[in-house]
């Protein structure tokens, strides 16, 4: 039996390794072009931390003019979630992102799903196997526990490696005689490396860092006939092409696996990119991003909360580059992409994950909208999670316009909104039956430990009869100012500070109970601009609904 006939033997395919050496020739790139990937494992959604990568990728693909594709690691069945692909997919588009070649969109490198890529996997591996550089192990989960407990009582380094590698002194014909038998087995790396020579990982990101060479005959096609991460990506990223691995650092630890599989398949190695995960503050400590304990976590999660999609991407790359908040205040307008990101800048520590700083640049972003475009996202947000506010801007779609455009398209914009889900309860009291169902069931914010109910009544009876609707801002604030005065209030806080004995409030707080009367709550929009929004008969209308409430 001749080498290629063993490899055969041991593993079948439908054609060998120089058919796919050929079928995905080397790509045609010019000095600098980096081919990039973004290689998801499909969980069903997109994390935060991987589209943190993802971001990197694609930012460097685009800015040397490279390549940007999506690879579906799904050769881990267990992990595998009905669906997974899908998402991922959607995860991109829902954030107006794209790759350069896809599963769907397809590409010269397809499939780009590992799991349709079994054929190939198989196809090296029998390469490895003719060369002697791999072999059979039909040992058990019974088997590896001895090894184990064997290693634990001697104290000796974990691992299929040395002597406890047994299968890989079988002969050819105690091979072909288990298998004949029946005997289920995988196929391990016969690793040459010791672990007292050195390999040297030179991190685009971290710089060099030295590391024991591997010497452990680690898996490379498992049980099921599919690979094993390592054995993947190295197959993956040489045959498609990848110039720059850009991945989690907990690969870092495996890179020996992956530096010794590249050389003994005869692949070049590419460049290895290792970022640090995006942390959270938790108390006085600083952990991962948790899937499951932060609700930012997912992407998916954004879209729900009104926050749109480029505020995430602004967002990560202001984690991602040192550099780039300043960039963005002289480029306000521009794409993102257009930022130059460089290794040097990307950060060894980690980003730190701040759902209030996203927050923020979704409230900046919001109040940056002219009234048409707020009026158009904040529909189709509100088509896919908000009925309430759906009704609302169907029902007069200019009066809905009207109220977001108090003091937006304007230098300094008033920042009322911090995302898409906070319209409804901010505006619902502009509706007169809203308005009505509120005061219903809200108890009024009144301050009846500093003002008595007459006082209260007064201001508003004597607001309702002096409205200054008919003046601009300034105008009508010098006019509320003569209403404090009449009331017997104090129209200059600064004033009644020096002299509180003096007076019962100052004019601030009587334009608090001018505002909870006209919408129920301390907090509103700019107050002239809600009453003028309102008019003046529907103004004098709540004013007597709320003193015949609190008579
Ligand atoms: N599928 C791997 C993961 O999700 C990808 C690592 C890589 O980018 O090579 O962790
Ligand atoms: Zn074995």
């Known amino acids: 039996m001749t080498n290629k006939e063993y490899a055969d033997f041991l593993l079948k395919t439908d054609y ?8 995905y020739p080397k790509r045609a790139l010019k000095e600098g072009q980096m081919v990039t990937r973004f290689a998801p494992s499909p969980t069903g959604f997109v994390h935060m931390g991987s589209l943190y990568t993802s971001f990197s990728d694609l930012q460097f693909a685009k800015q040397t003019n490279g390549i940007c594709y999506l690879r579906i690691e799904d050769t881990d069945g267990k992990r595998t979630v009905e669906n997974g692909v899908q998402g991922i997919i959607d995860d991109f588009n829902s954030l107006g992102i794209s790759f350069d070649e896809d599963p769907i969109k397809k590409g010269k490198y397809a499939p780009y799903i590992q799991s349709e890529r079994e054929d190939i996997y198989k196809a090296f591996a029998k390469k490895l196997i003719e060369e002697d550089k791999a072999y059979p192990c039909f040992c058990t989960e019974d088997d590896l526990n001895r090894i184990r407990e064997l290693q634990e009582k001697t104290k000796d380094r974990l691992g299929y490696y040395g002597h406890y590698a047994k299968c890989r002194n079988l002969t050819r014909n105690e091979v072909i005689e288990r298998i004949n038998n029946g005997e289920k087995y995988i196929i391990r790396l016969k690793s040459n490396g010791s672990f007292l020579n050195k390999v040297i990982l030179d991190d685009l990101i971290k710089g060099k860092i030295e590391m024991p060479e591997n010497d452990m005959d680690v898996v490379i096609i498992k049980g099921d006939g599919l690979p094993t991460y390592h054995f993947a ?67 998916s999660y954004y879209a729900k909360e009104g926050i749109p999609t480029d505020v995430i991407r602004l967002y990560l790359a202001t984690v991602n580059n040192s550099n780039f908040e300043e960039w963005r205040l002289q480029n306000m307008n521009a794409d993102i992409f257009s930022f130059q990101l460089s290794f040097d800048k990307m950060t060894l520590d980690g980003a730190l994950f701040d759902l209030a700083k996203v927050e923020n640049i979704c409230k900046e972003r919001l109040s940056r909208l002219n009234k048409d475009e707020f009026t158009k996202k904040a529909y189709d947000y509100a088509t896919k999670y908000d009925e309430n506010l759906k009704a609302l801007i169907e029902r007069d779609e200019n009066y809905f316009k009207s109220i977001i455009n108090i003091e937006r398209e304007k230098e300094n914009p008033r920042k009322d909104y911090v995302t898409y889900k906070d319209i409804y309860p901010i505006i619902n009291f502009f509706y007169t039956d809203l308005y009505n169902q509120l005061l219903e069931t809200v108890e009024l914010p009144f301050n009846f430990e500093r003002f008595t109910k007459e006082q209260i009544i007064n201001v508003l009876t004597n607001f309702k009869n002096n409205m200054g609707l008919e003046y601009d801002e300034e105008g009508w604030f010098e006019n509320l100012k003569k209403t ?32 909870i009367a006209i919408s129920t709550r301390k907090n509103t929009p700019n107050p002239y601009y809600v009453l003028k929004i309102l008019g003046e008969k529907e103004v004098a209308r709540r004013i007597d609904e709320v003193i015949k409430k609190i008579s």
């Open 233 to 299: 990506h190295a197959v993956d990223d040489h045959l498609m092409g990848t110039t720059h691995v850009l991945r989690g650092d907990e690969w870092v630890a495996s890179y020996p696996i992956h530096d010794q599989l590249f050389k003994m398949l005869g692949f070049p190695l590419p460049k290895f990119c290792h970022i640090a995960p995006i942390t959270v503050r938790e108390g006085d400590t600083i952990r991962k991003l948790s899937k499951r304990k932060d609700k930012g976590a997912a992407i």
């Open 484 to 515: 404090t005065t009449v009331c017997g209030f104090c129209p200059n806080v600064k004033e009644y500070k020096k002299n509180k004995e003096a007076y019962p409030g100052h004019v601030g707080d009587v334009s608090e109970m001018i505002r």
């Open 16 to 23: 060998d390794y120089n058919y796919y050496l050929e079928k």
